[in-house]
């Protein structure tokens, strides 16, 4: 178990310049490529799932999933994307938190990716999320479920291998160190 979960995975990092400049641009890279969508307005694929990502890896889970919430926030407030509910800032929380529990303080391997996206993905973006949705649209659960099941399938192998490729080329380029704390 000591490989797939990080150790000191409660540890929020010492806030300082460093932590607060590199998380801003973290921040901004979420909101924009939160933003950046392909696809079909019913069903668009976007790429904040990096950022989310790099947010975990870097910081780990507590701060990882206080940044998510802190983007959903921004991304409604200054973009005014969707319907604002504050019950997805959960979502939002265990998006960041998953990634951190399963990626911080490690060396990038396809188990801890897999993992971390099968959970992001089905509790959290197809169950929970549909869900909330359910009740702030006053829709059928079954109908949201079902409309969200096939792209959320569709959308875990393309996210693990992204994360693995722009991962791997972080890694050989040794940025991460200059990150991390």
Same mark, same amino acid.
């Given at each position: 178990?000591?490989?797939?979960?990080?150790?000191?995975?409660?540890?929020?990092?010492?806030? #300082?310049?460093?932590?607060?400049?590199? +998380?801003?641009?973290?921040? &901004?890279? #979420?909101?924009?490529?939160?933003?950046?969508?392909?696809?079909?307005?019913? &069903?668009?694929?976007?790429?904040?799932?990096?950022?989310?990502?790099?947010?975990?890896?870097?910081?780990?889970?507590?701060?990882?999933?206080?940044?998510?919430?802190?983007?959903?926030?921004?991304?409604?407030?200054?973009?005014?994307?969707?319907?604002?509910?504050?019950?997805?800032?959960?979502? &939002?929380?265990?998006?960041?938190?998953?990634?951190?529990?399963?990626?911080?303080?490690?060396?990038?391997?396809?188990? +801890?990716?897999?993992?971390?996206?099968?959970?992001?993905?089905?509790?959290?973006?197809?169950? !929970?999320?549909?869900?909330?949705? +359910?009740? !702030?649209?006053?829709?059928?659960?079954?109908?949201?479920?079902?409309?969200?099941?096939?792209?959320?399938?569709? !959308?875990?192998?393309?996210?693990?291998?992204?994360?693995?490729?722009?991962?791997?080329?972080?890694?050989?380029?040794?940025?991460?160190?200059?990150?991390?704390?």
């Amino acid at each position: 178990m000591n490989n797939i979960i990080s150790t000191n995975i409660f540890r929020v990092p010492k806030l #300082d310049a460093k932590l607060l400049s590199v +998380s801003a641009l973290l921040l &901004a890279m #979420d909101v924009i490529l939160y933003k950046i969508s392909i696809g079909p307005a019913f &069903a668009p694929v976007t790429f904040g799932f990096i950022s989310m990502a790099l947010m975990g890896y870097l910081y780990g889970p507590v701060w990882a999933g206080i940044l998510e919430m802190i983007s959903n926030v921004i991304c409604f407030t200054v973009f005014g994307s969707g319907t604002f509910q504050i019950a997805f800032l959960i979502g &939002a929380f265990l998006g960041g938190f998953i990634n951190g529990l399963f990626l911080y303080q490690k060396k990038i391997n396809v188990f +801890s990716v897999i993992l971390s996206q099968l959970i992001i993905m089905i509790p959290i973006s197809l169950l !929970l999320n549909s869900w909330l949705m +359910s009740i !702030l649209f006053n829709a059928n659960f079954q109908a949201i479920f079902w409309s969200r099941l096939f792209r959320n399938l569709a !959308l875990i192998p393309i996210q693990i291998i992204i994360i693995m490729v722009v991962f791997t080329a972080l890694e050989k380029r040794g940025l991460f160190k200059t990150f991390k704390l």
